[in-house]
């Protein structure tokens, strides 16, 4: 089991005596050292946990759930059993797929377009927390709603269950409530060699406690972005070429259907997550909106 989302399922049956050893008794299994605090109740020992492994690895899939928020952090799951169902895949895209993809985005979208898109990912930096706030980056879809009936910028329709009511406006709130769909953005889908599985994690620093360590393994080489050597033509184009080809290819995947998860804006400028009791499946209609969407999230 390579990602956190596999290992979390696998556990989430377990029952223990007392309720912080379901965090506790992971930590092993996770690699992370952290202190054992009898007491600090359930949902706390499993948010410093899960904050650990999203902050010490990059792995977001730790963020696909379905049930009740914590009060830890609203992107966390108040049990463990939320992970219990199985995480959504999307469809596998063959090389053929994607070749056939990039063709017809030859023809639709503009390589300016893909390049663009390319680049501002490339330089998203890696999800952290901070006083319990995780500071995520992704691609955030405005939404417009009608209690469950959703549509959303950029995005095909779709229908969203949820015990938690979302209301834009109301008497005691003299604005309306900003709603966003987010993918959680996934390093992955740069294909840059470090990055190895779907997870988006390639093997982690010995030194990973240290901030620095994190963001030089975030900002993994590779990239032709960062790569892009001068002075001889042909090389240039070469790395041209190559750039190209990846941007094209990222804007296929892009354009697949992907699991999201809806967050309400506070006042405060934060966000906080709206949980949903199945999964998010959304499917981007207009690539041209994703450059405005590419943003780090603060949420509570």
Known sequence: MRHAREKLQWVSARVTTWPEDIAYSLFGIFGVNLPVIYGEKKQRALGRLLEKVVAQSGDISALDWVGQSSEFNSCLPANITSYKALPYTPPSLSEGDIQMSISLLRQTVAVDLALKLYALLDDLKAPRFADCRLHLPCIAFCVTAEMYEVKADGLHDLLITTKDKLIQFSSPRPTMQTF?????????????????????????????????????????????????????????????????????????????????????????????????????????????????????????
């Open 180 to 300: 966003l769909l987010v993918r959680p953005w996934n390093r992955y889908l740069l294909e840059l060699p470090d990055f190895a599985g779907p997870s988006g994690l390639a093997e982690l620093p010995d030194d990973a406690d240290d901030p620095q360590s994190e963001e030089d393994y975030w900002s993994a080489p590779g990239s032709p972005l960062q790569d892009s050597p001068g002075g001889f033509p042909e090389a240039q184009e070469s790395v041209d070429s190559e750039l190209s080809d990846r941007a094209l290819r990222l804007a296929a995947r892009l354009a697949q259907p992907f699991g999201a998860f809806l967050l309400a804006h506070q006042r405060g400028g934060e966000y906080k997550r709206i949980a949903s009791d199945h999964d998010i499946i959304a499917q981007v209609k207009d690539l041209s909106s994703i450059p405005d969407m590419v943003k780090t999230l603060e949420i509570l």
